[in-house]
C-alpha cells in the first residue's frame, strides 16, 4: 500500500488513525449523549454540537498560522495531540455539569486545530520532492483511509462500553428511553403506560417507581457514553507514541528566506496591520449584517470569520499570489455547503437512525450490526478478492482459505443470531468509514485506469462530481421518508420544553435506507474530501501551507456551523422536505464548480 511512497506518511497515517477514533467516538454519540445527560431538545443538542464541529475546524486557522509563522509544523502538531488528551479525559469524568462538558468540547477542538491542518500541510510537504509528486492524489486517498480505519472501530467500541455499562446497572438498551424519561421528569409525559411497557422490558422485571427508574436509567446511559470517551482518550496516547518516535520521518521546513524588498515584506506580513483591521471589520460587519437581518449574531460571527479570513489573506499575499488563492477561496465556499450536508451523519441522519429505523433486524441484517461478524464478513469478500484477482498459486491459495475459513465462520455465528436482533443507532456511523476502507482501492484503481488512458477527470472536476453523487445520496433517504409521521406531527401539544409522542412502529424503515444513504455519501466523500486536501497543498503558495489548510478547514468549520439547519427544522418540516434543502444545495455547489471549472484547473498547472 505504502509502495512509491515515503516513509513519512506511514507516520502520518497512524498518528492520525488514532486521532480520528475519538474523533469519530464524539461524532457517533456526542449529540445522544448531550441529549440523554442534560434532557437538551433536538435543535439546543444541535446547536452545541455545530458549534463543536464549527470550533474543531475553525480553530485549525490558528494552528494555520502558528506553524507557518513558526515553520514548526511537527511542533505545533505535538502540542494538539497533547491539548486533545487533555480534553477527552475531562469529557470522560461522569456527572460533569453542561458548562464543563462544553469546556471540555473546547479543549478538544482547540488541539485539533494546532494538529489536523498541519498535518495535512505536512503529509502535502512530503509530494513537494518531485521523486513523489506525482503520487500525490493517490497519497491523499491511502492518508485519508487510515482516518476511517480508526473511524470504523470507533462507534462499536462506544456502544459496547454503554452497553456493557447499563447491564452492569441491571439495564438494557433502548434508545428512546432517555427522551421518555426526561419527559416523565418534566411532568409532561402523556404516554405513561408506553413509558411503563419499556421500563419493564429493558429493566427484566416489573418497575414500580416510574421516577426512580428514570434517574436511574440517565444516570447509567450518561455513564456509559463517559465511559466510551475514556476508551478515546486512550487511543489518543497510542496517537502520541507514535508521532513522538517516528515523527523524525516527515520534513522539516526551514524558515523561509526574507526578501530584500520591504514593500514586499510589508504586504507580505501575515502580521500588517492593514491586514489584521481588514480581517476585523469583515467580521464586525458580516456579524452585524447577520444580527440586524437573520437575528442570529453567532452564525454572523462564524460567516465573518470566513470573509476575514478573505480579507487578510487578499491583503498579505501579492499579485502573483492572488490567482491561485482567488482559486482555493471558490473551493472553499463550495466546501461550506458539502460539509453542511455531509455531516448530518452526526445529526438528524443519527435522529433518524434512532427514532425512524427499526430497532430489531433479521440475522442476516444483524451482520452489519455486530463488530465480530462484519469483520468474518470482510475477510471473506477479502478471500474472495485474493483468490480471483493474484496471479500466483500460493496468494491464490491464502485467498481460498481465507475465504472458506471466514466464510465457514460468518456463518457459524449468523446461525447463533435469534430471529430478532437489536440495533442501536450509534452503529450507523460505522458505514461511512467502513465503506472509505473499502472503496478507497477500487476508486484509485478505477483513476489509474483513466489516467493511463488520458481520461481521468481533473481534481476540480471530481469534486464537482462528488458534489452531484452527494445529492444523490440525501434522495435515497428522502425516498426512505416518504411514508413515515414527523417529527412535528409528534409534539405533544403545550409541552414546554417540547416534548413528543413516541414514534410510531409503522413509520420505522429498515436499515438498507440510511445504509444505502452512507455508500453514496461516501463516494461522493472520496471524490471531494481527499481531492480537496490534494488540490489545496498542490496551489497553495509555498508560505501559506499550513494556513491554506487551514483555510480549507475553516470552509469546513463554516458548513458544519450551518449544520444546525438540519436540527432547527427537524421539527417544523416534513422529513422528505429536510433532505430535500441538501439536495438542492448540492446541485447548486456542483453546478456552481462546473461553472467556474477552467480556472480551477489553470491553478493546478
Not at 64 to 86: C, E, N
Not at 94 to 107: E, H, K, R, V, Y
Not at 590 to 600: M, Q
Request: charged fraction near 15%; glycine fraction near 8%; include cysteine.
Amino acid at each position: 500500500m505504502f509502495k512509491g511512497h515515503p516513509k513519512g506518511l506511514f507516520v502520518a497515517f497512524f498518528a492520525n488513525m488514532g486521532e480520528r477514533f475519538g474523533f469519530y467516538t464524539m461524532m457517533a454519540i456526542l449529540v445522544l449523549f448531550l441529549q440523554a445527560k442534560y434532557g437538551l431538545s433536538a435543535e439546543v443538542a444541535g446547536e452545541y454540537y455545530s458549534w463543536f464541529y464549527f470550533g474543531i475546524y475553525a480553530l485549525a486557522l490558528i494552528g494555520g498560522i502558528l506553524a507557518d509563522a513558526t515553520r514548526k509544523y511537527k511542533t505545533v502538531i505535538l502540542f494538539g495531540l497533547i491539548i486533545m488528551f487533555g480534553g477527552y479525559v475531562m469529557i470522560a469524568m461522569p456527572g460533569m455539569p453542561l458548562a464543563l462538558t462544553l469546556t471540555g468540547l473546547f479543549i478538544i477542538a482547540f488541539g485539533n486545530g494546532l494538529f489536523k491542518g498541519n498535518l495535512q500541510a505536512v503529509v502535502g510537504q512530503l509530494y513537494d520532492d518531485p521523486k513523489y509528486s506525482k503520487v500525490r492524489d493517490s497519497a491523499f486517498m491511502i492518508f485519508y483511509m487510515g482516518i476511517n480505519i480508526g473511524a470504523f472501530f470507533a462507534p462499536y467500541v462506544a456502544t459496547g462500553i454503554r452497553n456493557w455499562y447499563l447491564k452492569t446497572q441491571g439495564f438494557l438498551h433502548d434508545g428512546s428511553l432517555p427522551a421518555m424519561c426526561h419527559a416523565y421528569k418534566d411532568g409532561v409525559a402523556e404516554n405513561t403506560e408506553a413509558f411503563q411497557t419499556l421500563a419493564t422490558k429493558v429493566s427484566g422485571s416489573a418497575v414500580t417507581d416510574l421516577g426512580a427508574f428514570a434517574e436511574n436509567y440517565l444516570d447509567a446511559f450518561a455513564k456509559g457514553y463517559n465511559y466510551a470517551f475514556a476508551i478515546a482518550a486512550g487511543t489518543m496516547i497510542l496517537s502520541l507514541l507514535v508521532y513522538t518516535f517516528f515523527n523524525k520521518l516527515l520534513p522539516n521546513v526551514e524558515k523561509a528566506e526574507v526578501k530584500k524588498d520591504k514593500a514586499i515584506n510589508k504586504s507580505e506580513s501575515q502580521g500588517n496591520p492593514v491586514a489584521i483591521g481588514l480581517a476585523l471589520g469583515a467580521v464586525v460587519l458580516t456579524a452585524v449584517i447577520f444580527h440586524f437581518a437573520f437575528d442570529n449574531l453567532e452564525l454572523g460571527a462564524a460567516v465573518g470569520l470566513f470573509f476575514g479570513f478573505i480579507a487578510w489573506i487578499f491583503t498579505i499575499s501579492t499579485k502573483e499570489e492572488r490567482p491561485k488563492i482567488t482559486s482555493l477561496l471558490l473551493v472553499f465556499f463550495v466546501v461550506i455547503f458539502f460539509w453542511m450536508s455531509f455531516h448530518q451523519n452526526g445529526l438528524t441522519l443519527t435522529f433518524f437512525a434512532r427514532d425512524y429505523t427499526v430497532k430489531f433486524v433479521d440475522p442476516f441484517t444483524n451482520i452489519f450490526f455486530d463488530l465480530w461478524t462484519i469483520l468474518a464478513f470482510i475477510g471473506t469478500l477479502a478471500g474472495l478478492y485474493v483468490t480471483f484477482a493474484m496471479k500466483e498459486m500460493k496468494f491464490k491459495a491464502i485467498g481460498l482459505a481465507m475465504f472458506l475459513g471466514l466464510g465457514f465462520l460468518t456463518y457459524y455465528l449468523v446461525s447463533g443470531y435469534p430471529a430478532e436482533n437489536p440495533i442501536a443507532p450509534e452503529i450507523f456511523q460505522v458505514f461511512n468509514p467502513l465503506f472509505i476502507v473499502a472503496l478507497t482501492f477500487p476508486v484509485m484503481g478505477i483513476f489509474a485506469w483513466m489516467n493511463k488512458k488520458n481520461i481521468e477527470p481533473s481534481t476540480p472536476k471530481k469534486i464537482g462530481i462528488g458534489m452531484i453523487i452527494a445529492a444523490i445520496g440525501f434522495v435515497v433517504v428522502l425516498v426512505g421518508s416518504l411514508d413515515v409521521v414527523s417529527p412535528h406531527e409528534l409534539i405533544i401539544a403545550g409541552s414546554d420544553p417540547v416534548a413528543f409522542e413516541p414514534v410510531p412502529d409503522s413509520s420505522r424503515v429498515m436499515p438498507y435506507w440510511l445504509i444505502n444513504t452512507y455508500l453514496i455519501l461516501t463516494i461522493a466523500e472520496l471524490f471531494l474530501s481527499p481531492m480537496g486536501l490534494s488540490f489545496v497543498s498542490k496551489v497553495a503558495p509555498a508560505r501559506f501551507q499550513g494556513l491554506m489548510q487551514g483555510g480549507w478547514l475553516l470552509a469546513t468549520a463554516v458548513g458544519n456551523k450551518f449544520l444546525f439547519v438540519g436540527s432547527v427544522f427537524w421539527n417544523k418540516l416534513d422529513l422528505w422536505q429536510l433532505w430535500a434543502i441538501f439536495v438542492v444545495c448540492c446541485i447548486l455547489s456542483a453546478l456552481f464548480i462546473f461553472s467556474i471549472l477552467k480556472r480551477l484547473e489553470n491553478a493546478t498547472k
